[in-house]
Nanobody, 120 residues
């Protein structure tokens, strides 16, 4: 029902900032819960931040106070503002979506990922 395309990743130094963007293509964007996940080599995907269809937010403890997730329903977009980046933030970052009325808790729509590399 929705196609997701991430952008904004890159190579930065510790302490720098990046803003990731996720463009959603499809109808009823405002009815999707949106999230950012990340996956480092050899690891499973971890939830970074989520913003609900009602715009409530939650963050992984490791990024609280540093990352901010936002959505722009008028432009079918979700963003992840990442400040004070650390080397351990290095990962492929994925945008994900879940229909608000789905009878499951899993995010089942995924973007292709964008690489974030933080050097020390």
């Amino acid at each position: 029902q929705v196609e997701l395309v991430e952008s904004g990743g890159g190579l930065v130094q510790a302490g720098d900032s990046l803003r990731l963007s996720c463009a959603a293509f499809g109808r009823d964007f405002s009815n999707y819960h949106m999230a950012w996940f990340r996956q480092a080599p050899g690891t499973q995907r971890d939830l970074v931040a989520v913003i609900s269809a009602g715009s409530s937010t939650n963050y992984a403890d490791s990024v609280k106070g540093r990352f901010t997730i936002q959505r722009d329903n008028a432009n079918n977009a979700v963003y992840l503002q990442m400040n004070s980046l650390k080397p351990e933030d290095t990962a492929i970052y994925y945008c994900a979506a879940r229909w608000n009325y789905a009878r499951h808790s899993e995010f089942d729509y995924w973007g292709q990922g964008t690489q974030v590399t933080v050097s020390s």
